[in-house]
């Protein structure tokens, strides 16, 4: 099995066994069960190869309305939280150039991630937490439609930090770990 293929299924396992088990997003467990996650791993050496593959998925996404959203798994060149951020601040400026804002929104996520303004060890900051960087692209149209259909959405990040805070960094870094240790063979997630 590829290095890429290990880094998708380790993927795929986080949003089963942690995003969709712990409700993190209540609108993951729909488009899983749609199969319509498309998951790519990209490396992000170059960030210019980078951000081309971003909009070549943009453009995917634009021709093909059975996938909701995708997820750019990131394999390599931005293990360094703050290598992240500067792609991720260069990928919010390429959609915004190239007429995808309002149409796309990017989520971010990253094994270190944190916060502006919340402690490095706090919980609440698994909630962008994951086994490798990723570049989330998700359909402004379809985030609007699920937010206008579920009750008081603005407390899903509430909840999420209650929750995340209650199981503690300890259990939550295990469920990572545990994760980026599944190699899968020819098995699924």
Same mark, same amino acid.
């Given at each position: 099995?590829?290095?890429?293929?290990?880094?998708?299924?380790?993927?795929?396992?986080?949003?089963? @066994?942690?995003?969709?088990?712990?409700?993190? =997003?209540?609108?993951? @467990?729909r488009e899983m069960g749609r199969d319509s996650i498309r998951y790519v791993a990209t490396s992000a050496r170059s960030f210019?190869?980078?951000?081309?593959?971003?909009?070549?998925? =943009? #453009? @995917?996404?634009?021709?093909?309305?059975?996938?909701?959203?995708?997820?750019?798994?990131?394999?390599?060149?931005?293990?360094?939280?703050?290598? &992240?951020? *500067?792609?991720?601040?260069?990928?919010?400026?390429?959609?915004?150039?190239?007429?995808?804002?309002?149409?796309?929104?990017?989520? $971010?996520?990253? %094994?270190? &991630? =944190?916060? !502006?303004?919340?402690?490095?060890?706090?919980? +609440?900051?698994?909630?962008? #937490? $994951? %086994? !490798? %960087?990723?570049? !989330?692209?998700? #359909?402004?149209?379809?985030?609007?439609?699920?937010?206008? $259909?579920? +009750? !008081?959405p603005e407390r899903i990040p509430e909840r999420n930090v209650t929750l995340l805070r209650e199981m503690g960094n300890e #259990?939550? +870094?295990?469920?990572? *770990?545990?994760?980026?240790?599944?190699?899968?063979?020819?098995?699924? %997630?």
């Open positions: 099995m590829t290095d890429d293929a290990v880094y998708l299924n380790q993927t795929r396992a986080w949003v089963e @066994r942690f995003v969709v088990a712990q409700d993190i =997003c209540p609108f993951a @467990r210019e190869a980078t951000l081309l593959a971003l909009i070549e998925e =943009c #453009r @995917r996404l634009d021709d093909d309305s059975s996938i909701e959203t995708a997820l750019l798994v990131l394999t390599d060149g931005v293990e360094d939280f703050d290598d &992240y951020l *500067d792609l991720l601040g260069l990928a919010e400026a390429l959609l915004e150039d190239q007429s995808y804002e309002g149409v796309y929104q990017l989520a $971010s996520f990253h %094994p270190d &991630y =944190c916060f !502006h303004g919340v402690g490095e060890n706090d919980p +609440a900051n698994y909630t962008n #937490r $994951s %086994p !490798h %960087p990723m570049l !989330h692209l998700l #359909r402004e149209e379809s985030i609007e439609r699920a937010l206008a $259909s579920f +009750a !008081h #259990r939550l +870094a295990a469920q990572i *770990d545990n994760l980026q240790s599944l190699k899968f063979g020819n098995q699924e %997630p």
